[in-house]
């Protein structure tokens, strides 16, 4: 499946954009312009486009503090959950799914390379599996948006087999084109950037606002407003990201350098040695950054960000943590790997509220996406699966209830399963099928 589209394309070519030389930047919406989501008066919320985010921490929560209470803005959340406060009208907590071809297979790779698929995973050395959701939807709807999906990572992926003679791709990838080939996860955040804007060539250290300035002087002379507030506001978050993507890319490089002398490909040096930054708190603020200029702008609908894979080596300091995650989810009920769990759900209210933040016709970016927060277990000392940790943030336009704690738990496994989840997500988004993966029904109350 290609990861791009054609910007020329009848439905693309609807956008207004930016243009410099060797950059293409689009524009956010605006009440004032004749681009996508306002062919009715004012961009109705049935004309605005839909998203999908997905947001991935492997080996599970701290169960102990995995709860709320109560319904729509006076619901109460627990410590690990606190973060999303200012968004639980927009929230739902969805209990007792559990995804089935991913239970009594082994513990780790099998339960994680079909997350979002939903299908059985085969062992040894050949890949087989399932499409996963988000490249379903990019298959439907990637030809209205320049990209079809954005798929980051905050940690680069492991090689080999696990104990359990399931391949180690399983665990480092939960975005796949096809049942034999995962899509690769860019992670490197300064290429992400790039590629948002079509930055390339021999100009592409240079700064991509200076090169479209012109065009950006005339264009606030003929809108709105409102909307020069608006276009300013997204200037300014470009050129923010664009300055700390910039030193990014110089890292990128020396480590590149690094790597040729080593006779080492860039995946095998360890971070930070591999242009990664240092601090995984930056890195994946500036991945959610990216991916909230990628939906604001509608380069894509569809994104997939892997904060941190299963069996990941990731160090939290900053939370004073010293093992790396994957041990210290054997310790899940402990203070430090509730600091942990806290940490990746700060990930999701970070990018929530940036959306939230972004007018789009009579409601906000948020309120026309839906943010899909996972693990692919419950419990990492148990390597417990039978249920799954689950949130969405934001409506898709209205057509998904929020401010709500679902539990399924008790309903029986053909009234649990994930998938349903998933077919209730693609009815939402246009896109209907029959049944994905091992699901044929919808999830009720959704």
């Known amino acids: 499946m290609s990861n791009e589209s054609n910007p020329n394309s009848p439905q693309v070519s609807r956008r207004k954009f930016l243009?410099?030389?060797?950059?293409?930047?689009?524009?956010?919406?605006?009440?004032?312009?004749?681009?996508?989501?306002?062919?009715?008066?004012?961009?109705?919320?049935?004309?605005?486009?839909?998203?999908?985010?997905?947001?991935?921490?492997?080996?599970?929560?701290?169960?102990?503090?995995?709860?709320?209470?109560?319904?729509?803005?006076s619901m109460e959340l627990s410590k690990s959950l606190q973060p999303l406060?200012?968004?639980?009208?927009?929230?739902?907590?969805?209990?007792?799914l559990f995804n089935k071809p991913a239970t009594n297979v082994g513990i780790h790779p099998g339960m994680t390379g079909n997350i979002l698929s939903g299908m059985p995973l085969t062992r040894g050395t050949v890949l087989h599996g399932g499409t996963s959701i988000d490249q379903?939807?990019?298959?439907?709807?990637?030809?209205?948006?320049?990209?079809?999906?954005?798929?980051?990572?905050?940690e680069q992926p492991l090689t080999g087999f696990h104990e359990s003679n399931f391949s180690m791709a399983y665990s480092s990838h939960i975005s796949w084109q096809s049942p034999d080939s995962p899509v690769p996860a860019e992670v490197y955040p300064s290429l992400a950037f790039d590629s948002l804007f079509e930055n390339s060539g021999s100009r592409r250290m240079e700064s991509i606002l200076d090169r479209v300035s012109e065009e950006a002087v005339g264009l606030r002379k003929s809108v709105s407003r409102d909307d020069r507030g608006r276009l300013d506001e997204y200037l300014t978050s470009v050129r923010e990201v664009e300055q700390r993507a910039q030193k990014m890319?110089?890292?990128?490089?020396?480590?590149?350098?690094?790597?040729?002398?080593?006779?080492?490909?860039?995946?095998?040096?360890?971070?930070?040695?591999?242009?990664?930054p240092e601090d995984i708190r930056e890195h994946m603020r500036l991945m959610c950054d990216i991916v909230a200029l990628a939906i604001q702008t509608d380069k894509t609908r569809i994104a997939t960000m892997?904060?941190?894979?299963?069996?990941?080596?990731?160090?939290?300091?900053?939370?004073?943590?010293?093992?790396?995650?994957?041990?210290?989810?054997?310790?899940?009920?402990?203070?430090?790997?509730?600091?942990?769990?806290?940490?990746?759900?700060?990930?999701?209210?970070?990018?929530?509220?940036?959306?939230?933040a972004m007018k789009e016709?009579?409601?906000?970016?948020?309120?026309?996406?839906?943010?899909?927060?996972?693990?692919?277990?419950?419990?990492?000392?148990?390597?417990?699966?039978?249920?799954?940790?689950?949130?969405?943030?934001?409506?898709?336009?209205?057509?998904?209830?929020?401010?709500?704690?679902?539990?399924?738990?008790?309903?029986?496994?053909?009234?649990?399963?994930?998938?349903?989840?998933?077919?209730?997500?693609?009815?939402?988004?246009?896109?209907?099928?029959?049944?994905?993966?091992?699901?044929?029904?919808?999830?009720?109350?959704?």
């Open 249 to 276: 890319r110089g890292d990128l490089g020396k480590a590149a350098d690094r790597a040729k002398d080593k006779g080492k490909q860039l995946i095998a040096m360890k971070r930070p040695e591999n242009g990664l």
């Open 85 to 96: 406060d200012p968004y639980k009208a927009k929230l739902n907590m969805i209990n007792g």
């Open 19 to 73: 243009r410099g030389a060797g950059v293409m930047m689009a524009l956010p919406w605006m009440e004032s312009l004749p681009v996508w989501g306002s062919a009715s008066p004012g961009g109705t919320a049935s004309a605005l486009p839909k998203r999908f985010v997905v947001q991935f921490m492997g080996t599970g929560i701290n169960p102990t503090h995995w709860w709320a209470k109560g319904e729509g803005a």
């Open 361 to 446: 016709g009579q409601g906000t970016v948020l309120d026309n996406s839906c943010l899909l927060w996972l693990s692919s277990m419950y419990s990492g000392s148990e390597h417990d699966n039978s249920k799954l940790p689950v949130l969405t943030v934001g409506g898709l336009g209205g057509s998904l209830k929020t401010g709500r704690i679902l539990n399924f738990r008790d309903k029986g496994d053909e009234n649990r399963k994930i998938c349903s989840l998933y077919l209730s997500i693609m009815d939402r988004m246009g896109v209907k099928l029959d049944h994905f993966g091992d699901a044929a029904t919808r999830l009720a109350e959704i």
């Open 136 to 154: 379903v939807l990019a298959a439907h709807l990637g030809q209205e948006t320049i990209q079809p999906s954005l798929i980051l990572a905050c």
């Open 306 to 356: 892997l904060m941190c894979r299963d069996l990941s080596g990731l160090f939290y300091p900053f939370l004073d943590v010293r093992d790396a995650h994957h041990l210290a989810s054997h310790h899940d009920t402990s203070d430090g790997y509730e600091r942990i769990t806290r940490h990746y759900i700060t990930q999701l209210a970070y990018l929530a509220g940036k959306l939230d």
